[in-house]
């Protein structure tokens, strides 16, 4: 039998009302939240991979500019997803969850093949996390309610991506073994 988590990239502060916001971010929000609920109440673990940045450090800030700086409200996880009781936080540095992080011992541990990537933004962070997943032999799966970017076609077009090079499934949330109406 499958073993899965969700992992929930890149949905604080500063990407949802802070300092490099898109408003495209908030149609996941809420499947996100969604997801999450259904999947702590089929013991599915839930996991946050959140940028935490250093400034004058982080070579992110020469593309992006400041942003989800460590330990301010930037970098907190917004409160319509708060992370519960059980659920892991994994502060990252680079686009990927995986780089540098626990991320993959956790899942190991875990005994988790199959991750199910949800967040901001499609084409950026979940794509990188998608290839260190695929690169550690972890089967992808990303509901498509629960990201975006900041245009459809880069959303489509990462997704695509995602689908033909990890071999990742797309699908509705809804279609999620441990979904339940
Ligand atoms: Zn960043």
């Not at 990407?15 to 997801?35: K, S, Y």
């Not at 708060?82 to 969850?97: H, L, M, N």
């Not at 011992?105 to 949800?118: A, F, Q, Y």
């Amino acid at each position: 039998m499958k073993k899965y988590a969700v992992i929930v990239v890149d949905m604080v502060n500063d990407f949802v009302t802070g300092v490099i916001a898109h408003p495209r971010i908030q149609r996941i929000i809420e499947p996100i939240r969604e997801l999450c609920e259904k999947a702590r109440a089929a013991g599915v673990p839930v996991f946050y991979a959140n940028d935490s940045h250093l400034p004058e450090i982080d070579k992110e800030f020469k593309v992006w500019g400041p942003h989800a700086v460590t330990g301010t409200w930037g970098a907190e996880v917004i409160d319509s997803l708060k992370p519960q009781p059980g659920d892991i936080i994994i502060p990252k540095k680079t686009y990927s969850g995986f780089f540098q992080t626990p991320l993959e011992l956790n899942l190991r541990e875990l005994g988790v093949d199959t991750v199910i990537i949800t967040g901001w933004q499609a084409d950026c962070c979940c794509r990188h996390t998608s290839a260190d997943a695929f690169f550690r032999g972890f089967d992808i799966i990303v509901p498509r309610e629960t990201t975006d970017t900041l245009t459809q076609e880069d959303c489509d077009r990462g997704l695509e991506y995602i689908k033909n090079i990890y071999g990742g499934t797309i699908c509705s949330m809804k279609d999620l073994p441990f979904w339940t109406e």
